[in-house]
């Protein structure tokens, strides 16, 4: 629920109180633009009431399951209500390993509305900790203030930007309670700023938007935890309703496995924090590599790493043995990297170094879904196509590449391979072609 607000210092400017238009947006370090709206006032009707838009909270706006649509469609219900807002913020923190929260950042002057995540270091930086986010954050109060005032930009460095798109008040308000903490905006042009009328409105509508902010974030750190742990893919079945035991459907893929080699020297060798920390410096390699070039990240699997490329309704084999492919050999080149680079805190680590891979490459059709006990289910991958992929993965002992595919993935590729013969797998019942990338 927002807080009253009480204005403080507000002179009359000279200033034009028209915001001029900001068709390029430039956001901070660790603030990355997700996806953008345009549909400007024909996401809210030409004139409402102050009743209409609470009426329109409570039914409609129930309706809307995204929150960038929701957030510019509140704004414009309430600019059709005769409030002059020019510009509108909302900030939300999150449960995520890398995100400290998300952002939407709407201006009349274009009529953007951008959906913003936010990572945790973007909270570090000098910028965040003298802006009026933070400072409402922690006080939990209220801010409003004139850009135009001096004092007001020596307050914060912001004010300055405000006031020269024309922005002659800005009001901060905290939202929501507990753990997770919201933060929502609103600036004018109008050179006499807010009316206590206009405030009072605003903070009466606040109290029903703060509980669709409520759902949509509870609906998010579900998203973003699901995400994190199962993969994006399983993330969105399981969130769907995916979730009863034997559920799921059979894709064809080109499957991934790779181990660390050495492994169980180096698990004897370093602590447990030690082996952690190594751990993850080489996942986020490999995994990087497979999550930039399109694959979906399945399952960690002590040192071993279980990755798909999926093929598609529309048998797009090619590109996605190309895919797995770039990703195998950008993974190698990040450990090679990583190994020379020594970055801390693995600098600190005696003996951890050099990191090796093997990584096996196979296409083949597999079951997608949950396994487990009744009350402990598992969302991944089976068949026998992994199977033979893990055996794959084990020739690296005797074949000493980097790399290694079956001939289902080799025939998709346009490149130099090494044919390096046929091989027994156990398990499998005829021998497999196996190859690799040309050395040169």
């Known amino acids: 629920m927002a807080s009253a607000c009480h204005f403080r210092d507000r002179p009359v400017s000279t200033t034009p109180d028209t915001a001029p238009p900001q068709l390029l947006r430039a956001y901070p ?27 329109w909270l409570l039914h409609g706006a129930t309706l809307e399951s995204e929150m960038l649509l929701l957030l510019e469609a509140f704004i414009w219900h309430m600019i059709a209500a005769g409030l002059p807002i020019d510009r509108t913020t909302l900030h939300i923190t999150t449960l995520h390993p890398q995100l400290l ?17 936010v990572e945790h ?78 405030i009072s409105q605003v903070t009466h509508l606040l109290r029903l938007f703060s509980l669709h902010v409520e759902r949509h974030i509870a609906a998010r750190i579900a998203e973003n935890a699901l995400n994190a742990y199962l993969g ?5 079945k399981v969130l769907a309703g995916s979730i009863q035991r034997g559920s799921g459907e059979s894709i064809r893929s080109i499957i991934w496995v790779s181990d660390l080699r050495g492994f169980t020297d180096l698990s004897a060798r370093l602590t447990g924090a030690e082996m952690i920390m190594v751990l993850n410096a080489y996942f986020e390699t490999l995994a990087g590599a497979v999550l930039s070039n399109g694959g979906e990240v399945l399952k960690f699997m002590g040192d071993g790493l279980l990755a798909v490329f999926p093929i598609g309704a529309d048998n797009q084999a090619k590109a996605a043995a190309q895919a797995a492919l770039k990703a195998a050999e950008q993974a190698v080149k990040g450990l090679e990297q990583l190994n020379a680079q020594k970055p801390p805190p693995l600098n600190l680590i005696n003996g951890w170094h050099p990191l090796r891979s093997g990584i096996a490459l196979h296409e083949g059709e597999v079951f997608f879904g949950n396994i487990g006990a009744p009350d402990r289910l598992d969302f991944t991958v089976i068949g026998s196509a992994v199977n033979e992929a893990s055996r794959v993965e084990a020739l690296h002992k005797t074949l000493h590449r980097g790399i290694l595919m079956t001939e289902a993935v080799a025939q998709h590729l346009d490149v130099p391979l090494d044919n390096l013969g046929d091989h027994e797998l156990r398990g499998v019942a005829t021998p497999l072609a196996i190859f690799s990338p040309a050395r040169s």
């Open 121 to 198: 270091r973007a909270s570090e930086t000098d910028s965040f900790k003298r802006n009026t986010i933070a400072r409402v954050i922690e006080t939990r109060q209220c801010l409003r203030r004139n850009p135009q005032l001096p004092e007001a930009q020596a307050e914060f460095p912001i004010m300055a930007e405000l006031a020269e798109a024309g922005i002659h008040e800005y009001v901060a308000m905290p939202m929501g309670g507990g753990e997770y903490r919201h933060i929502i905006t609103f600036a004018t042009t109008r050179e006499s700023g807010f009316t206590e009328t206009e």
């Open 232 to 236: 994006t893919v399983a993330g969105v």
């Open 29 to 55: 370090s660790g603030v990355t633009l997700v996806r953008r709206s345009a549909r400007g006032a024909a996401s809210a009707p030409e004139k409402v009431t102050i009743a209409e838009i609470e009426e």
């Open 101 to 117: 929260g998300f952002g939407w950042n709407w201006r009349r002057g274009d009529g953007f509305c951008d959906e913003l995540k």
